[in-house]
């Protein structure tokens, strides 16, 4: 059938029929980008809120934590005190690593330090932002990850450093975040999965000249650490890991979550499946710790010395471009 011919002698051209399923798709989408949009939004809103109140009642709490075990180590006291209460929120429960950086800084009064602290970890958040990209993935991340970024800047939690040391995901920013907090380690995976053995083999180097410089510089904390780690460091919290539940399902899940890891590896949920595991896999998990899925959201550079591939901001910007790329 012709078009029709409109007065004038304009061909007036027919409408393509319109695709029900296509129709469907797109109003699929546009549903969830504004799903996306209004949880950003509301968590944004929360983790304004959160970050006041944690300001107003208990500002910085965690840097006491980190001062202290500072403090002890300037004053040749144990830096695991043998009475000290696993859960009061001064207990220091981390590798001796940061409080041998800090230790310079310990010999400020505290309220000084608390505030350079702090200053450092208000950089090192606009820094994982940089890195991140700013893009549209980035901003809906950080609003739907709200309330666990206010709660973390809030208490001045070393969280900030391990999100941007996982957010840059090389062999060294990720073997640093390990002897930070343990679980960060598990990033590795990914280079794992991908069979990437100089990446991983780099891991292992740099966490070995960790281990050994710690070993070197504070020969009893080390050893002591080795004491401490086990599931009494769990403690009697608002924990929201399986462990609360059973250890016997957390060690399940942290199972299938580290195969899963593996094998999604060479896809493009590979990276957020390794910061997943790392993220969610300790068996004491705090609201706070959920900001370190925040790196999730670019896939890290290649190594250095290796080959440049495609560049790692080409995933799909936005919940839209993913579900056209997967049609």
């Keep these: ?91 220091y429960r981390y590798p001796p690593l940061l409080a041998i950086i800090l230790r310079p800084f ?17 950089a090192l958040f606009v820094a994982t932002i940089k890195r991140l990209g700013g893009g549209r993935r980035t901003w809906l991340a950080l609003g739907i990850l709200g309330i666990p970024i206010g709660w973390t800047l809030g208490i001045a939690q070393a969280q900030v450093i391990v999100t941007y040391l996982m957010a840059v995901g090389q062999p060294w920013s990720i073997a640093l975040g390990g002897q930070l907090k343990l679980f960060p380690i598990l990033v590795a995976v990914w280079w794992l999965g991908r069979r990437d053995w100089q990446a991983v083999g780099a891991v292992v180097g740099w966490t070995l000249i960790l281990v050994l410089a710690q070993a070197f510089l504070e020969p009893a904390g080390s050893r002591a650490f080795l004491g401490i780690v086990g599931p009494d ?54 609201v706070y710790m959920l900001m370190g899925l925040l790196a999730a959201v670019r896939e890290p550079d290649p190594p250095a010395g290796e080959g440049q591939g495609a560049p790692s901001g080409s995933a799909p910007d936005d919940a839209a471009s993913l579900v056209r790329s997967a049609r």
């Design 1 to 91: 059938m012709s078009d029709p011919v409109v007065p004038g002698g304009y061909i007036k051209p027919r409408r393509a029929p319109s695709d029900p399923a296509h129709d469907r798709r797109d109003r699929a989408t546009h549903a969830g980008r504004l799903a996306l949009f209004a949880l950003a939004v509301i968590g944004g809103l929360a983790g304004f809120y959160v970050l006041w109140l944690h300001l107003t009642t208990d500002p910085l709490a965690d840097a006491r934590a980190y001062f202290d075990a500072a403090h002890r180590l300037n004053a040749g006291l144990p830096l695991y005190p043998p009475t000290a209460d696993t859960n009061a929120a001064e207990f």
């Design 106 to 122: 310990a010999l400020l009064p505290y309220e000084y330090f608390a505030i350079l602290w702090e200053a450092v970890l208000a």
């Design 233 to 286: 460091q769990v403690g009697d919290v608002r924990n929201i890991s399986p462990w609360a539940i059973s250890p016997i399902l957390w060690a399940v899940l942290a199972a299938t979550g580290a195969v899963a890891a593996v094998l999604l590896a060479p896809t493009r949920w590979g990276w957020p499946a390794a910061v997943a595991l790392a993220t969610l896999t300790s068996p004491r998990l705090l």
